[in-house]
Structures are given as C-alpha cells and as structure tokens.
C-alpha cells in the first residue's frame, strides 16, 4: 500500500517528522526570552510554514478573538510599564513566541486527525494517548457552540453584554466555560465508553490501515530539522558570547 | 404584549427549505399553538420571532413597535424563549444558580433573587432538586427548569418549542396551569407542539404550517 495517510499539503513530508518539528519550535520560543533571539525561531517557523502551505491564516481567523486580547493586553503594559521601550521589546517577544506556537500548530492541522493518531502511535505513544489527542480536537468546535449556547440563553433573559464592564463581563466568560468544558468532558467520557465496549484498548498493539514509512524525502526533511536545530544552538551560543 | 408577524420569509437554501410570506398575529394573554409536521419549518419560525434568527423578509411587531433593529437582550426581556432542546439553554452547573445568575447580573440582590427562584422551582414541583447539579437531570426536570428561567424575569409573551416533550402527565398539567396563569396575568403564548391534547386544551387557536407555508 502506499503512504497515503500524508497529505500532499504538506508535501507530503512525515508527521512525525513534523512534530520533531514543532516540538523543537515550541521548546526554542519557551526557552528564549528577548525579542531579539526569537527573530531566528520565528522565521524557521514561518518559512516552514510557508513552504508546507500549512493553513496559518484559517488559524489566525479561527483563534481571531484570542490573538486581538492578548494584543491588546500586551500593548497595554508595554505603555504603562515604567520603561516603554523595554516594555515594548517584552510585549514583542510575546507576540512572537505566540505567532511562532500558531504556526507550529498550523504544520500540524495541516494534517487529517489520522495521520497524526498514527504518527504518535508509531512514536511508541500509547494509543489510548494519540485517540484522547484526536477525540480533544474533534469535540472543540462542539466546545465553542455550548459557548456560544449559553451566551445566547443569558441574552435571551436579557443580560446586555455590551452594557457590561469589561471585568464583569470576563467573569462571565469564566462562569461558561466551566459547563462548556463539561459538556466536551461529557461527550468524550460517552464516546470513549461506547469504544471500550467495542473492545477499543483491549489489545496492547493495534494493526493500522495506514502504518507510516520514512521516504527518502521524510529522512531529508529529518536531517534538515537537525541542522536547523543545531544551527540555532550555534547561533545562540555565540550571539552570547559577543554581547 | 400583542404580537404582529408580517409576511416572514426565511430560507435554509443548503437544506432545501424556505419560509414563505408567514403572517399571523396573538394577542395579549392569548395562546396559540404553531403546529405542523417535522422540518415543516416551526423551530425556524420560533427563532424568528424571538429574534435568534434575523428574517430575510418581513417584520415582527411587539406591541405594534417594529422589532428590526433590535438586540437581542432587548427582546428578551419582553419575550421568553424554550429551546427546543432545553439542555442547550442551560449554563450553570448548579439548579439554584441557573436561576440566580442572570437575576444577580441584572442587579437583583442575592436574597431576592434566591427567593424568586425557590418560588418558581416549587411551582414546577423542582424543590427537591434545588441543590442538585443541573447535568444530572432527565429531560423533563431540563425542560421545567429552563421555563422557570423564563419566567422569573416576568416576560409578556412566550414563545415554547415543543415545551412537553419528556414530561409525564402530572408536570404536563403543572406547565398547562403555570401556561393558564400567565394568560390571566396578559402574557400571550405561543407554542409549537406535536401534542395534539396538550393544544386542545390549552390553546385558543391553531396556526398549521406545511412546507413553509401557513394552511
Ligand atoms: N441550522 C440549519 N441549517 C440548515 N438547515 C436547517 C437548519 N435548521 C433547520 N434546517 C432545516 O429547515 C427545515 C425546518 O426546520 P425546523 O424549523 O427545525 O422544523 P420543525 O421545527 O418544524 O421540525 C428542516 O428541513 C431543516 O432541515
Ligand atoms: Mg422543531
């Protein structure tokens, strides 16, 4: 058979390799501080991105609301920290690493749920893991419509968000999220039992339709990521040393 | 509170469907009931009169006041509204705060509002389950619970989709006796009912819609 659980969008490069990736990306924009270094990180990441046609901007608009807040919010200390500039450089260091998170995630939704489930199976995950992983993302959206549910019954009796102070209104936010989380929790706990009873778990190994195999391709994106990683190491080590 | 639908129109074009012209109107502390089969297009006709969905065409009047521009707080504070799937309607975790949340938010003090909601739950025969966590619920406690949040802000009218669903006779009488008591109070109500009894006995008329369209 042949690798198809890859999607072409991702010119067709391994998960795993992907997530080597990511892993990498995500470690380097918690582990460096200034705005500065984190430049490097971010254009990996946005060129890798670019070159994968991962789907940054459907992201971008999806997470919309979270991204303007922490905008907002970020600007804001910058300008009434005592020091605007250095305020500035701190708030831009955290767009940064936020945007370098999101493109990393958007590598990864590049890819149907499956290919990923498999990709962290073959990684020796267990996977019971990688299925809670997959069955988290499918019940998001649902997530977000109970959300949104429950905002529209409190409007129905007549609660006027927009008449509300900010603090207020972010209480409330708070308030919801809890059944919302629930609700998701709910789902899950019911789709995963009706999976048990199928005998889902019941096997310590499971046979894949889609078993993933490393091309020659998948080796040189692999080789590619260890270099880029060494290369960032060298790079913060002596940009340390000079300065 | 009067209400006035003019020439509604409405269309789900992925499903095929469309509201046509619909027009009818209920009066202050009259009941009617919306019936028709399943997708006859009910639900969408409830949601365009509370105003959770916009009409493509036409207008909604409350009390002869053109609804258009309105918010949807707006609206609900004169209009309650039953999900027909009351789960969705529900947003605290607990029976007590579903009812004391929103009053507290709209400036209600605490002991007030606790004392409007235990008098509301004990007219639903739901006392007993005042400190129970509202997941746990069966439909019909959802569905009783999810109408005291309506009437706890006093509404002019209601508008309740498919409110008996998952009750049993005796909560079926305690709806239609809290129903009889808003009509006296001028509250109009409509609702959108399969239960050919419970719209014979508690509905002064009946407004059939087929396709879409009102027969
Ligand atoms: N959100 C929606 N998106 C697309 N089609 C819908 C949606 N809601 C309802 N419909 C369609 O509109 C029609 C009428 O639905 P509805 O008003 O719920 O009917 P009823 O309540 O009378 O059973 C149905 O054919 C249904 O499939
Ligand atoms: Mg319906």
Redo the contacts with the bound molecule.
């Keep these: 058979m042949k690798n198809n659980a890859v999607p072409k969008n991702n010119a067709q490069i391994d998960p795993r390799v992907t997530f080597l990736f990511v892993f990498l990306l995500s470690a380097a924009s918690v582990m460096l501080r200034d705005a500065l270094t984190l430049v490097p990180v971010l254009v990996s990441a946005a060129v890798a991105a670019g070159w994968a046609r991962a789907p940054f901007g459907t992201l971008l608009r999806r997470l919309r609301g979270l991204w303007a807040a922490l905008l907002a919010v970020t600007l804001f200390q910058a300008l009434f920290s005592g020091d605007v500039v250095s305020g500035l450089l701190t708030g831009a260091a955290v767009l940064e690493r936020l945007l370098v998170l999101m493109l990393g995630g958007s590598l990864l939704a590049g890819y149907p749920g499956h290919a990923l489930v498999q990709g962290m199976i073959q990684l020796r995950l267990p996977y019971q893991l990688a299925y809670m992983v997959s069955i988290g993302l499918r019940f998001l959206p649902r997530f977000r419509e109970s959300f949104q549910d429950s905002l529209t019954a409190m409007q129905l009796r007549g609660v006027d968000f927009r008449r509300m102070k900010l603090r207020r209104r972010f209480k409330v936010y708070a308030y919801l999220l809890m059944p919302a989380v629930v609700s998701g929790v709910n789902s899950a706990r019911k789709l995963s039992m009706a999976m048990e009873l199928r005998g889902f778990g019941a096997y310590p190994e499971r046979t894949a339709y889609l078993p993933l195999r490393m091309k020659e391709r998948d080796w040189l994106a692999f080789a590619a990521v260890l270099l880029w990683a060494a290369a960032l190491m060298a790079g913060q080590i002596l940009w340390r040393i000079y300065t | 509170m009067r209400i006035d639908a003019e020439n509604l129109s409405f269309a789900?074009p992925?499903?095929g469907?469309r509201l046509d012209g619909v027009s009818f109107y209920v009066e202050s502390g009259e009941s009617v009931a919306i019936t028709?089969r399943?997708?006859?297009?009910?639900?969408?006709?409830g949601k365009l009169l509370c105003g959770l969905l916009k009409p493509q065409g036409g207008r909604v009047l409350f009390d002869g006041e053109d609804t258009s521009g309105w918010s949807l707080p707006r609206r609900g504070k004169r209009i309650g509204y039953l999900f027909?799937e009351p789960s969705k309607q529900l947003f605290a975790p607990a029976v007590m705060e579903e009812l004391t949340f929103t009053q507290e938010l709209m400036g209600t003090p605490a002991d007030e509002a606790a004392r409007r909601a235990y008098e509301v739950l004990s007219r639903f025969d739901l006392s007993k389950l005042a400190s129970q966590g509202t997941y746990t619920l069966s439909r019909g406690e959802k569905q009783r619970l999810a109408i005291c949040g309506l009437l706890l802000h006093s509404p002019e009218a209601l508008v309740l989709d498919e409110p008996t669903t998952g009750l049993d006779k005796r909560r079926g009488e305690l709806l239609a006796e809290a129903i009889r008591e808003c009509l006296s109070g001028g509250v109009s109500v409509i609702m959108?009912s399969h239960d050919r009894e419970f719209v014979k006995n508690n509905a002064s008329r009946e407004i059939r819609?087929e396709d879409g369209k009102v027969v």
């Design positions: 789900y992925e499903a469907f028709g399943n997708g006859s297009g009910k639900t969408t006709l027909q959108i819609l």
